[in-house]
């Protein structure tokens, strides 16, 4: 009736039970909080059900940042693990636990962390910097939502019912097949990235249609924000990278579930194709997640520093080389793998070549702050920091682009420390700066600058200690994935100073907290009223803060490029002429679809047949119900759009 | 309610670049039968279990279920009832005969007992033809379910746009097959 | 959308897309089944037949031709057959690569049968 799932499936250890604990208290008080507040009707009608890309990216970034805080412990619990684990003393963490660990902080943070994050911020300003009310397909955009949450649902499911795998993040076989690996970690693994995974690819399509045919009259291609040119790249690699996942992933899981040989170490099987495989999503996925990153550094710069973006058509090119360049670098991810001297020639070169678009990048945002009127706010601080950590992280990269160096330095913590200072210094420090610069557009008041500043301290400063340790311990030997090593290596050392960093960086993390708690409280102080805080150049701060639902009274067609900018520069008032708005009805079957993809991937996990049919029912049936229904839209007239914007304004 | 011409465009352009995304999936599992069809493991090769007519009847039975597909689409924009309903038909017709074809030849390969546990050719033979006739299944019900709504009322723009949908589908899943059925089954009878 | 161009109706681009995708269906199975060239020669052929039969089928079938400015499907179309190019020839050629530098597959395997106690399924 359960298939495999059984009572042992509940059992764990104390380090386990209290994770279990605070998962469940915390689940309960936000249950327990609803109800006290009789809120199940209002989450249900304004956010389970809506199709409101405004909203949508809300949710994306609360799940991302719930995400963040798990994975940010399982950082911690690492750093602490090596920091004492030496000699005799084995630490807290058994082995097993110490790669189930790992491999569950690597796949939170890249698939539900950064990718959320950057969802997030795509789905709340593209649609308002391009000029539209929405995106293409807005009901798709909400099953993407609930299948990326419902990937992390399954994901954390893995903590109480079950375990996770202790493959690493990209579960390599022979390891993660089942003769290695007979447990349901690496099951749980799959199917939560792959539900999660056809969300992103279901998202990229969408974006890239909304993209290309819903800007706003007169927005040529290069007449876009930069934000969006950057998201366009990045969608363009969603679209032709997140197949080749889910193709892996769907072979790994035939492997595991069917009993066929893809990468099997016997009957012929090849382990290696799945690298290569899966490498070549892998490393367009590191470019998908940093090219949003660049756009919002040069929407900050430019706006800090009350300037246009240097270098436009450059910066265009930059994107368009770094998108082709990305698919022809995958295998420096396995130089060391038995590839020949040619095969790893030609990737290493390829990797070097990448490097000149995105050292023109820097180079331009550096000269658009020269001779510019520049404020040090949060988010140009968090720009600055990323200049630094960005380009130690370059030429570190650069340097292990060598394949002769790669072969010192493969799978030590000098890898580890390169390309956290990517996805830290690059990823996280440009969503924080926009989450920050966005924010009084989203919210309606701005975020408090002060604690902003504290935390872009403890972050800098925290990555820094954690983080140039690492390059060095890789350097004198260490490996990643490292449980425990000998006294007589004398790395403690370093590991205890990386172990400091974490903690300033947990300290960074808590002022972010208090940030948001302290303006919230102060929200009428720093309320948002002219819908421009910052003295804006694009079309997002052309509209009321929050946003109305129909982003845009009225469509203008845009004439040049930093439109918003020069409207304000020539002060004219346009003559307003309003007219009816059609928008879609907010529906739940995005959302029951996605809970029926989660039930199919626990009843492929846990191998219970009937649930796997009914799941499967389910889909097909709510798919056609959707696609049948002819009545998705309602209509806000031209006289309730004009009442919205005038009380607005007097509000 | 009407569809406008610019939806219509939008619509088809999403629907587009999903085809595209479906077929950088099949390139995965093309590349992956290149990499893994000599590895037999000491289970038979494509030499020993392809039946070429039967191959060659499957794809004219397949290449003819485009047109017919085609065909409905010209009726439904002229706006022809019957017509529409006809070709349907004959499509889906020739769609189920397609994949009764090839789950016949799925269960005589099984049932000699070259079954996909066997080997790494025979996996990744099963799963590229195999995804290949999940897609034709999902055609199927499509197909059903429009034939429901042309045969109850008049053809509406939404009706028009789901055909159009369909079309660009069906046709993508005959291109995927041309490839199937060079490079698994021509070359496979080849080496 | 229009119905004529270059001359030819929808209907007969249909006509002709399908007569000539019949045409080079049968010409690769011929070629295949009759042997009339070496295996190497064969396989270039009928994979030059497919390629044939793939533009075919996205001009008569697909209209692609007919697409108006600016030519999104195309690119994108475009854009999705350079990957698909690099994903497969790249895999082959790393694959063949790892292959000529690593062990011959059948002794690794009997390697791993005999001293490390793994059976086969």
């Given at each position: 009736?359960?298939?495999?799932?059984?009572?042992?499936?509940?059992k764990?250890?104390?380090?386990?039970t209290?994770?279990?604990i605070?998962?469940?208290l915390g689940?309960l008080?936000?249950?327990?909080?609803?109800f006290?507040?009789?809120?199940?009707k209002w989450?249900?009608?304004e956010?389970?059900t809506?199709?409101?890309?405004k909203?949508i990216?809300?949710?994306?970034?609360?799940?991302?940042?719930?995400?963040?805080?798990?994975?940010?412990?399982?950082?911690?619990?690492m750093?602490?693990?090596?920091?004492?684990s030496?000699?005799?003393?084995?630490?807290?963490?058994s082995?097993?636990?110490?790669?189930?660990?790992f491999?569950?902080h690597?796949t939170?943070?890249?698939?539900f962390?950064?990718?959320g994050?950057?969802?997030?911020?795509?789905n709340l300003?593209?649609p308002?910097q391009?000029?539209?009310?929405?995106?293409?397909?807005?009901f798709?955009?909400?099953t993407s939502f609930?299948?990326?949450?419902?990937g992390?649902?399954?994901?954390?499911?893995?903590?109480?019912?079950?375990?996770?795998?202790?493959?690493?993040?990209?579960?390599?076989?022979?390891?993660?097949?089942?003769a290695?690996s007979?447990?349901?970690?690496v099951?749980?693994?799959?199917w939560?990235?792959?539900?999660?995974?056809?969300g992103?690819?279901?998202?990229?399509?969408?974006f890239?249609v909304?993209?290309?045919k819903?800007?706003?009259?007169?927005m040529?291609?290069?007449?876009?924000?930069?934000?969006?040119?950057?998201?366009?790249?990045?969608?363009?690699?969603?679209?032709v990278?997140?197949p080749?996942?889910?193709?892996?992933?769907a072979?790994?899981?035939l492997?595991?579930?069917?009993?066929?040989?893809f990468?099997?170490?016997?009957?012929?099987?090849?382990?290696?194709?799945?690298?290569?495989?899966?490498?070549a999503?892998?490393h367009?996925?590191?470019y998908i997640?940093?090219?949003?990153?660049?756009?919002?550094?040069?929407?900050v710069?430019?706006?800090?520093s009350?300037?246009?973006?240097?270098?436009?058509?450059y910066?265009?090119?930059?994107?368009?080389?770094i998108?082709?360049?990305?698919?022809?670098?995958?295998?420096h991810?396995?130089?060391?793998?038995?590839a020949?001297a040619?095969?790893?020639?030609f990737?290493?070169?390829m990797?070097?070549?990448?490097?000149?678009?995105?050292g023109?990048?820097?180079f331009?945002w550096i000269f658009?702050?020269y001779?510019?009127?520049?404020?040090?706010?949060?988010?140009?601080?968090?720009?600055?920091?990323?200049?630094?950590?960005?380009?130690?992280?370059g030429?570190?990269?650069?340097l292990?682009?060598?394949p002769a160096?790669?072969f010192?330095v493969h799978?030590?913590?000098f890898?580890?420390?390169h390309?956290?200072?990517?996805?830290?210094?690059?990823?996280?420090f440009?969503?924080?700066?926009?989450l920050?610069?966005?924010?009084p557009?989203?919210f309606g008041?701005?975020?408090?600058?002060?604690?902003g500043?504290?935390?872009?301290?403890c972050w800098?400063?925290?990555?820094?200690l954690?983080f140039?340790?690492?390059?060095i311990?890789?350097?004198?030997?260490?490996?990643r994935?490292?449980?425990?090593?000998d006294?007589?290596?004398?790395?403690?050392?370093l590991?205890i100073?990386?172990?400091?960093?974490?903690?300033?960086?947990?300290?960074?993390?808590?002022?972010?907290?208090?940030?948001?708690i302290?303006?919230i409280?102060?929200?009428?102080k720093?309320?948002?009223?002219?819908?421009?805080p910052?003295?804006?150049r694009?079309?997002?701060?052309s509209?009321?803060?929050?946003?109305p639902?129909?982003?845009f009274?009225?469509?203008?067609?845009?004439?040049?490029?930093?439109?918003?900018?020069s409207?304000?520069q020539?002060k004219?008032a346009?003559?307003i002429?309003?007219e009816?708005?059609?928008i879609?009805?907010?529906?739940?079957i995005?959302?029951l679809?996605?809970v029926?993809?989660?039930?199919?991937?626990?009843?492929v996990?846990w191998e219970?047949v009937?649930l796997?049919?009914v799941?499967?029912l389910c889909i097909i049936?709510?798919?056609?119900y959707r696609t049948?229904d002819?009545?998705?839209?309602?209509?806000?007239t031209?006289?309730?759009?004009?009442?919205l914007?005038t009380?607005?304004?007097?509000? | 309610m009407?569809?406008?011409?610019?939806?219509?465009?939008?619509?088809t352009f999403?629907?587009?670049?999903?085809?595209?995304?479906?077929?950088?999936?099949?390139?995965?599992?093309?590349?992956?039968?290149?990499?893994?069809?000599?590895?037999?493991a000491g289970g038979p090769?494509?030499?020993?279990?392809?039946?070429l007519?039967?191959?060659?009847?499957?794809?004219?039975?397949?290449?003819?279920?485009?047109?017919?597909s085609?065909m409905a689409?010209?009726a439904?924009?002229?706006?022809?009832?019957k017509?529409?309903?006809?070709?349907?038909s004959?499509?889906?017709?020739?769609g189920?005969?397609?994949?009764?074809?090839?789950?016949?030849e799925?269960?005589?390969?099984?049932?000699?007992g070259?079954?996909?546990r066997?080997?790494a050719f025979?996996?990744?033979f099963?799963?590229?033809?195999?995804?290949?006739?999940a897609?034709?299944a999902?055609?199927?019900i499509?197909m059903?379910?429009?034939m429901?709504?042309?045969?109850?009322?008049?053809?509406?723009?939404?009706?028009?746009?789901?055909?159009?949908l369909?079309t660009?589908?069906?046709?993508?899943?005959d291109?995927v097959?041309i490839?199937i059925?060079?490079?698994v089954?021509?070359?496979?009878?080849?080496? | 959308m229009?119905?004529?161009?270059?001359?030819?109706?929808?209907?007969?681009a249909?006509?002709?897309?399908?007569?000539?995708?019949?045409?080079?269906?049968?010409?690769s199975?011929?070629?295949v089944?009759r042997h009339?060239?070496?295996?190497?020669t064969?396989?270039?052929?009928i994979a030059?037949l497919?390629?044939?039969?793939?533009a075919?089928?996205l001009?008569?079938?697909?209209?692609?031709d007919?697409?108006?400015?600016?030519h999104?499907?195309?690119l994108?179309?475009?854009?999705?057959?350079?990957?698909?190019?690099?994903?497969v020839?790249?895999?082959?050629?790393?694959?063949?690569?790892?292959d000529?530098?690593?062990?011959?597959?059948?002794?690794?395997?009997?390697?791993i049968?005999?001293?490390e106690?793994?059976?086969?399924n």
């Amino acid at each position: 009736m359960l298939g495999k799932l059984t009572l042992d499936a509940f059992k764990h250890g104390p380090i386990v039970t209290v994770g279990q604990i605070s998962m469940v208290l915390g689940a309960l008080s936000v249950v327990g909080l609803l109800f006290y507040l009789k809120r199940w009707k209002w989450l249900w009608r304004e956010w389970i059900t809506t199709v409101d890309p405004k909203k949508i990216g809300v949710m994306y970034i609360v799940v991302a940042l719930v995400m963040l805080l798990r994975s940010l412990s399982d950082a911690a619990m690492m750093r602490a693990q090596q920091a004492i684990s030496v000699g005799s003393n084995h630490g807290f963490l058994s082995s097993d636990h110490f790669q189930q660990v790992f491999t569950a902080h690597g796949t939170m943070m890249i698939f539900f962390v950064a990718m959320g994050l950057m969802f997030g911020l795509i789905n709340l300003i593209v649609p308002l910097q391009i000029g539209a009310r929405d995106v293409a397909f807005p009901f798709l955009n909400a099953t993407s939502f609930w299948l990326y949450a419902m990937g992390a649902v399954l994901l954390n499911l893995s903590l109480m019912v079950g375990e996770i795998g202790a493959t690493g993040w990209l579960a390599y076989p022979p390891l993660s097949e089942l003769a290695y690996s007979p447990g349901v970690g690496v099951d749980y693994w799959i199917w939560s990235i792959q539900i999660a995974g056809i969300g992103s690819l279901l998202s990229g399509v969408n974006f890239l249609v909304t993209i290309l045919k819903l800007r706003r009259a007169g927005m040529t291609l290069m007449k876009m924000p930069m934000f969006v040119w950057s998201v366009l790249g990045s969608m363009v690699l969603v679209v032709v990278a997140f197949p080749i996942l889910t193709a892996t992933l769907a072979m790994l899981a035939l492997d595991r579930s069917l009993g066929m040989h893809f990468f099997t170490a016997n009957a012929g099987g090849n382990p290696m194709m799945y690298i290569n495989l899966i490498w070549a999503w892998g490393h367009p996925e590191v470019y998908i997640l940093i090219l949003p990153a660049f756009g919002i550094f040069s929407e900050v710069v430019a706006t800090f520093s009350k300037k246009r973006l240097f270098g436009y058509a450059y910066m265009v090119w930059a994107i368009i080389a770094i998108v082709f360049l990305s698919f022809v670098v995958w295998l420096h991810h396995f130089f060391t793998m038995g590839a020949g001297a040619n095969v790893n020639a030609f990737f290493g070169i390829m990797t070097m070549v990448i490097a000149v678009p995105t050292g023109i990048k820097v180079f331009n945002w550096i000269f658009t702050m020269y001779r510019g009127r520049v404020q040090f706010t949060t988010p140009m601080l968090w720009f600055l920091s990323f200049v630094l950590t960005f380009t130690i992280g370059g030429v570190a990269g650069v340097l292990m682009a060598v394949p002769a160096i790669d072969f010192q330095v493969h799978n030590s913590l000098f890898l580890v420390a390169h390309f956290h200072n990517m996805i830290i210094g690059g990823v996280v420090f440009g969503y924080f700066a926009g989450l920050t610069y966005w924010f009084p557009k989203i919210f309606g008041f701005k975020l408090n600058e002060r604690f902003g500043r504290y935390a872009f301290w403890c972050w800098s400063v925290g990555f820094l200690l954690a983080f140039i340790p690492l390059y060095i311990l890789g350097m004198m030997g260490a490996t990643r994935r490292l449980d425990h090593y000998d006294a007589s290596l004398g790395w403690q050392g370093l590991f205890i100073v990386a172990g400091v960093g974490v903690m300033v960086i947990l300290a960074g993390v808590g002022f972010q907290v208090l940030q948001l708690i302290v303006s919230i409280m102060q929200r009428d102080k720093n309320r948002d009223k002219t819908g421009d805080p910052w003295d804006g150049r694009t079309l997002e701060w052309s509209t009321a803060s929050p946003v109305p639902v129909y982003n845009f009274a009225t469509l203008d067609p845009v004439t040049e490029r930093d439109v918003f900018w020069s409207q304000k520069q020539q002060k004219q008032a346009a003559k307003i002429q309003y007219e009816d708005i059609h928008i879609p009805r907010n529906t739940p079957i995005g959302f029951l679809i996605a809970v029926s993809a989660l039930l199919f991937g626990f009843a492929v996990i846990w191998e219970i047949v009937w649930l796997n049919v009914v799941a499967v029912l389910c889909i097909i049936g709510l798919v056609m119900y959707r696609t049948l229904d002819d009545n998705t839209e309602y209509v806000l007239t031209a006289q309730e759009v004009k009442a919205l914007e005038t009380k607005g304004a007097k509000a | 309610m009407k569809t406008p011409p610019a939806q219509l465009d939008k619509t088809t352009f999403g629907f587009w670049l999903y085809l595209m995304t479906d077929c950088v999936l099949f390139a995965s599992l093309f590349a992956t039968f290149a990499v893994l069809r000599a590895n037999t493991a000491g289970g038979p090769s494509g030499k020993d279990i392809f039946d070429l007519p039967f191959v060659l009847t499957e794809t004219v039975l397949l290449l003819t279920s485009s047109f017919t597909s085609g065909m409905a689409l010209l009726a439904a924009r002229a706006k022809v009832h019957k017509q529409v309903f006809f070709w349907l038909s004959a499509t889906f017709l020739l769609g189920a005969a397609f994949l009764f074809m090839e789950m016949r030849e799925f269960t005589h390969i099984v049932s000699e007992g070259h079954g996909w546990r066997m080997s790494a050719f025979l996996s990744s033979f099963f799963t590229l033809v195999g995804t290949h006739g999940a897609h034709i299944a999902v055609g199927l019900i499509w197909m059903f379910v429009m034939m429901f709504r042309f045969s109850a009322s008049k053809i509406s723009a939404n009706d028009l746009r789901r055909l159009t949908l369909f079309t660009m589908f069906w046709h993508f899943l005959d291109i995927v097959w041309i490839f199937i059925f060079t490079i698994v089954y021509m070359f496979g009878a080849l080496s | 959308m229009s119905t004529k161009k270059n001359g030819m109706s929808l209907r007969n681009a249909y006509l002709v897309g399908f007569l000539l995708s019949l045409l080079l269906t049968l010409c690769s199975y011929s070629l295949v089944t009759r042997h009339t060239f070496n295996n190497a020669t064969t396989m270039a052929l009928i994979a030059s037949l497919a390629v044939i039969q793939l533009a075919v089928q996205l001009i008569f079938f697909l209209h692609l031709d007919r697409e108006k400015r600016p030519h999104w499907n195309l690119l994108t179309f475009l854009l999705t057959v350079g990957v698909l190019i690099i994903l497969v020839f790249g895999s082959l050629w790393i694959m063949s690569n790892l292959d000529y530098n690593m062990h011959p597959r059948s002794d690794t395997e009997e390697y791993i049968i005999k001293d490390e106690g793994f059976h086969k399924n």
